[in-house]
């Protein structure tokens, strides 16, 4: 871990013998070892491994250090090479996006609405839920559709590239859903270890989904763009629906702070590179570690297993999970880093295959709150999704994605539909036909 005194928290490790060893999978595998060989396999894990023994020493020797940060204005001054370099790491810091005051009376309003309505909004954990299954607020409405905000999810999207839209038409921002969080100090979550969203066995099963990482297949990881939307326009991430999966592709996802969080306050924890790292977790499956535990970080003493049913971390219906164990080449217990301390109005966003968690303790003095407000392209399957999407804002009712809440529109206070900023821009994104 990279802070001094701290303790690998206990989140549950994954074996074979607890994990889901459904027989499909192996034809999943077969088909991969058919269409690319096991050569090219071998060639990418062994390059992959080599590549992570520099990264994840950079990663445990700076710590949160490596985590960039900057102002919301300066996003928009950004160089190649100062984008390159956040493209790299694939997640940061933005600074500033809402004003400090406005975000604050965004959480005062949040949280009265909540108090007020405390016995109608489920959540997680349902016995003092916290992860807040309410998607209509004025406070998320307002904090997607900001024209500060939309200005930046769509220069965030711009960070891709699309070879069937040079023009970059994809980057015009919709809105998606997401829930909300007024999470409490002192109560203990283990509900969100170390894990990567936007599908799990989909990556290998959807067709489309596996040929994005098709230099990674091939033998060719180094080569892999994880910026590349050309063909991951269309993969489905709810290729297995289950209540863990988006429809919606969100190029980064998004925390804006309505409150101030640090380190050991509930806050975010990353693992701050993308293409190498989702490299590894998609050519696990394919190699059994050495029996000689001491040998474990040695690439070359793992056999290659095309005929086992398990992939490591994956439950077809749940988001990707990972753990030291089961990936001891991420070295998580030293690279999974405290994002630094954010303050209301502040914006932390994260590439959509980046391995991230939730801290277990929150040992701060006041409640740490969020509202999740991703970065999301205009593509086909979002723009659909979001049309569907619109129906359940105009009544009040839960999002496709989330059959967990209750009907906002009979909420005390509820504030109605008229509470979409940003004119044309932000109809737009949230359905509506301008």
């Not at 807040?132 to 999810?153: F, G, V």
């Amino acid at each position: 871990m990279p802070s001094s005194g701290d303790q690998w928290p206990d989140w549950p490790e994954m074996t074979a013998e607890t994990g889901e060893l459904d027989p499909e999978n192996i034809k999943i595998k077969e088909e991969i070892v058919a269409l690319y060989g096991e050569a090219a396999l071998r060639k990418s894990w062994l390059a992959v491994c080599e590549r992570l023994k520099i990264l994840t020493d950079e990663i445990a020797t700076k710590g949160t250090g490596i985590i960039p940060e900057l102002a919301y204005d300066d996003v928009f001054k950004l160089n190649d090479e100062e984008k390159q370099r956040l493209r790299d790491v694939g997640c940061f810091v933005v600074r500033g996006l809402i004003p400090e005051k406005t975000a604050s009376d965004w959480f005062q309003d949040l949280n009265t609405y909540v108090e007020e309505n405390k016995a109608s909004i489920n959540g997680w954990p349902a016995e003092a839920p916290f992860l807040l299954s309410l998607y209509w607020s004025r406070t998320q409405m307002e904090a997607r559709t900001h024209p500060r905000a939309m200005a930046l999810h769509q220069a965030l999207n711009e960070f891709w590239h699309d070879d069937d839209d040079a023009g970059k038409s994809f980057a015009e921002p919709l809105v998606y859903a997401d829930a909300c969080r007024i999470r409490p100090p002192g109560v203990p979550f283990r509900g969100l270890g170390p894990h990567i969203d936007a599908g799990s066995l989909a990556r290998w099963a959807d067709a489309d989904y596996r040929k994005v990482y098709e230099k990674i297949w091939n033998g060719k990881p180094s080569e892999y763009d994880p910026y590349d939307l050309t063909v991951r326009k269309n993969a489905d991430p709810a290729f297995f629906p289950g209540g863990s999966h988006s429809h919606v592709l969100r190029l980064w996802q998004g925390w804006t702070a309505l409150t101030s969080a640090g380190v050991h306050e509930g806050s975010l924890m990353l693992f701050p590179e993308v293409k190498t790292s989702i490299a590894y977790v998609l050519l696990r499956p394919f190699f059994k570690p050495p029996v000689n535990k001491d040998e474990i970080l040695d690439a070359k003493k793992w056999t290659f297993d095309a005929e086992g049913p398990w992939f490591p971390g994956v439950w077809k219906y749940k988001s990707q999970e990972l753990g030291p164990d089961a990936f001891p080449h991420l070295r998580l217990k030293e690279c999974l880093v405290h994002i630094p301390k954010v303050n209301p109005g502040d914006t932390v966003w994260w590439h959509c295959d980046m391995c991230h968690a939730v801290e277990i303790e929150h040992s701060g003095d006041g409640f740490s709150s969020v509202a999740y407000v991703a970065a999301t392209p205009t593509t086909k399957i979002n723009s659909a999704y979001v049309k569907r999407q619109l129906e359940a804002f105009l009544s009040g009712s839960s999002p496709e994605d989330f059959s967990d809440g209750c009907n906002e529109s009979a909420l005390k206070g509820y504030p109605g539909n008229n509470i979409i900023l940003n004119g044309d821009m932000g109809r737009k994104a949230i359905g509506f036909a301008v």
